[in-house]
């Protein structure tokens, strides 16, 4: 592919002819006028002694500039209010721990823990205050299986009652492990205390019918229950009236009271009817 070569720049005619100018045309860059250095001096000093002109100044909205030109807030009084009040109630929340100790325990209803361990359950044993002591220290009294239930009250200003309710032993068995534990009247399960020896026994096989053995210990319990068994066939309750079995437990709670009629034999309940032998 071919192009045309591009024509020549012609030069512009001068509006004034060369050979009209003179050398005065053209300053000498060297004719130039240096000052000395004392006459630099002399302006130096005379500008310097020029009053300086005052600069006006207008405020500005500090609305209407960029957020990061923005100066800061100052903290408003609410605020040095609040964190005071919050700093006093702190030293005084302190002050009260240890100017209103709990000096005085009253322990009542209790019969199988001792005061102490009473005291240790409700969280009494290491010096709280009285303003902050309540239900979430009480709450390790609940935990003990020997407590019921317990009201705590409070009386001013070093005061602390604890009325305890505690489960009553009401037979006795040996768990799974092999050691001796009594049963309360709720079918709980109570760590072994000393003088409960008596109390009726539940031993038995198979799969455990502790619920079982509870209804029927209470159902019998006017004839003096001595012992409860169970086996996969039923239950066998011994008392000081007679003994008495059945394999179903709504027939036995619903005809125990023939042991009256049949005293020291042995009474065998069934779904249709009394055997005796």
Known sequence: MFRRAAKPLKPEPAD??????????????FDTEFLEP???????????????????????????LPA?????????????????????LLVGGLASWFALPIRQVAVT????????????????RGGVG???????????LLKNPWVQSAVV???????????????RPFLQMRNRQGQAVLVAQDGRLLPWKKGFEKL????????ERLNDA????HALSRYTVQSVGYTPSGLTVKTAAGTVWSGDLKSLLKYAGSISMYPNQKINVYPWGVSVQ
């Open 16 to 29: 004034v002819p060369v050979e009209g100018l003179d050398d005065e045309d053209f300053p000498d860059p």
């Open 38 to 64: 004392s006459d630099v001096a002399e302006q130096m000093t005379e500008l310097a002694s020029q009053p300086v002109p005052e600069a006006e100044v207008k405020p500005v909205d500090a609305a209407t």
């Open 68 to 88: 990061r030109l923005r100066p800061a807030s100052r903290v408003r009084p609410w605020v040095w209010w609040t964190s005071g009040g919050l700093a006093l």
């Open 109 to 124: 209803g209790n019969q199988v823990l001792t005061e102490a361990e009473v005291k240790t359950l409700a969280g009494l």
């Open 130 to 140: 009285w303003l902050y002591y309540g239900r979430g220290q009480a709450r390790g």
């Open 153 to 167: 009250t409070r009386q001013f200003p070093d005061s602390v009652s604890l009325q305890v309710t505690e489960r």
């Open 200 to 207: 009726p026994v539940v031993s038995g096989w198979g799969p």
């Open 214 to 217: 509870v209804l029927v210990a």
